[in-house]
Every structure is written in C-alpha cells, then in structure tokens.
C-alpha cells in the first residue's frame, strides 16, 4: 500500500479511538494488525516483535511521543504495539478488556505485562507514517471524567483511577506549572491531584479552591500547557 494512501496523525488515532467503542469488534492476539488498520497500512510483519525489528525509523523511551505514531514492546511471545495519541497516553488493544480498544498511560502496559518498553517509529510495516515537523492536534481532556475522578479516586485503591488517561494529561500541566510532584503522575486523581489542583485554582479562579477542576480553571491550564478541553 502506497504512503499516500496512509491514515496519519489525529486520522490514525481518532480510527483507534472509533474501536474502543465498537462492541462487535475482536482484536484478540492481533495487536499489529489493530495498528496497521489504524495507519491503514497493509500486512508485513507476523508479529509486534517483527514489526519492531524491521522499522527503520526508531526513537528511544525519552520523552513524550508524539500523536500518531506506533509504540513497540518486546518481551515473549510475540511483543506489543500500540497507537500513541501524543499526550503519554495510547490506544492499546486487548490491555484492558480481552479483545478490545482502550486508552491507557503509555507507562500502564509495561506495568500490567511486563514487557519492555522500546520507544517509538516513524515507520510500520515499510511505510513512514510520521516526519519530523509533522502538525500534531492538542489531546483532548475530558472535563466530566477529570471532576468524576477528582471526587471519586480518593475512595478507591491507589493506581485504579477512575479516568487515568484523562488525568495524566492534567497531571503533566500541573508538573509543568511547578505544582505536581514527578513521583505521582499516575493517572489517579486522588488527595495529591487534588492538592496540586487547589494550588492552581488559587492561582486563577475565584473560589471555591477543592480540588476538583472546573471548566474555566482546566481551560487556562490547558491552553498554558497544550491540551483542550471537551465536555
């Protein structure tokens, strides 16, 4: 398949973000194909380990990956690859439910399987899907499941946040503003969060300062820090 006939960027990702909500779909066991289908990229690799090994276009782990590129796991038996949606979050099939499209921190995988976390590529299956300088949209927070989470994940088990790929985008902005220790930015909104939050509501917004975010203090946050705000 030619690589103008590639799905690229928010394309690929909002093609991902289609089949977390299809109920009728299985993806069970085929990760690369759910990735490739994604990029609309034809078969090459039998597996996630292949389709690492052949990329030519490889980044490391440092940093946040960018939207819409595939991200590699090795480990047996066959590996891992998901879609990144450039926010430290991604598309992943079969991570949550059996069979089917979640969005979870990049970081949740490697902890739920481990397996090793390889870093990014350009490329799947031969064909470039991403360049340097590639236009990326601003991930999408939203607003109903960060103040769910903010009043909820307080009562629930530290690391089973309610919304973690929701949170983790909030989280960053908040590391960013200086507001939000580096140790805790893990998808769960619960005394921490909402400490940190407090802090920037203060900062911005009329009272009250509870910690949990409102429309207008999560729109500056993300208009500072580069995330948009849906409800």
């Not at 590129?69 to 090795?74: M, R």
């Not at 480990?75 to 979870?104: E, M, Q, W």
């Not at 970081?107 to 991403?130: A, C, F, M, Q």
């Amino acid at each position: 398949m030619s690589e103008m006939a590639a799905r690229m960027g928010k394309a690929a990702v909002d093609f991902a973000a289609a089949q977390a909500s299809n109920a009728t779909r299985d993806w069970t066991g085929i990760c690369l194909i759910f990735v490739r289908m994604c990029f609309n990229v034809g078969p090459a690799a039998p597996d996630a380990a292949a389709g690492y090994q052949a990329a030519k276009f490889k980044h490391g782990t440092g940093g946040t990956p960018p939207l819409g590129v595939p991200l590699w796991w090795t480990g047996a038996p066959h590996g891992h690859v998901a879609i990144s949606t450039g926010d430290g979050n991604c598309f992943s099939s079969d991570i949550l439910r059996t069979g089917k499209v979640d969005k979870v921190p990049i970081s949740k995988i490697t902890r739920l399987w481990g397996k090793t976390y390889k870093g990014w590529s350009e490329d799947i299956n031969g064909v470039r899907i991403w360049r340097p300088g590639a236009m990326d949209t601003l991930p999408a927070v939203d607003l109903s499941n960060v103040r769910e989470a903010a009043a909820k994940d307080q009562f629930r088990p530290p690391g089973q946040g309610l919304h973690e790929s929701d949170i983790v985008i909030v989280e960053r902005a908040l590391l960013k503003q200086g507001l939000k220790d580096p140790m805790n930015v893990d998808g769960f909104a619960g005394k921490d969060f909402r400490k940190a939050y407090a802090l920037w509501q203060k900062a911005t917004v009329p009272p009250p300062f509870d910690g949990i975010p409102g429309m207008k203090s999560l729109e500056k946050l993300g208009k500072r820090r580069g995330f948009r705000v849906i409800s």
